[in-house]
């Protein structure tokens, strides 16, 4: 079945950077699409970051700029780097894969950018 597991999230200073990773398992995961979301308390998920199997990416307009997706099939791991952490880009931070409508989620790891 399909496995995602995120890492790297913490408490980070605002203008610091961290990486999150998604280990990826249970599909081919180089030919699907792979997104990165966030979702604060009382508000929707939102996009961050969306790679395709090709190696298009693709950028929400808050993150442009200060956010880089990549992903390595051979490791079957999906990254997000992050730089000029502002406090507005604390969240819950998710993995994401499509299969035939279907969406599937990591845990989830929390990101807190604070002085």
């Known amino acids: 079945q399909v496995q995602l597991v995120e890492a790297g999230g913490g408490l980070v200073q605002p203008g610091g950077s961290l990486r999150l990773s998604c280990a990826a398992s249970?599909?081919?995961?180089?030919?699907?699409?792979m997104g990165w979301y966030r979702q604060v308390p009382g508000k929707q998920r939102e996009l961050v970051a969306l790679?395709?199997?090709?190696?298009?990416?693709a950028y929400a307009d808050p993150v442009k700029g200060r956010v880089t997706i990549s992903r390595d099939n051979a490791k079957n791991t999906v990254y997000l780097q992050m730089n000029s952490l502002k406090p507005e880009d604390t969240a819950v931070y998710y993995c994401?894969?499509?299969?035939?409508?279907?969406?599937?989620w990591g845990q989830g790891t929390q990101v807190t950018v604070s002085s």
């Open positions: 994401n894969v499509r299969q035939r409508g279907q969406d599937y």
């Open positions: 249970g599909f081919s995961f180089r030919y699907y699409a």
């Open positions: 790679i395709t199997s090709g190696g298009s990416t």
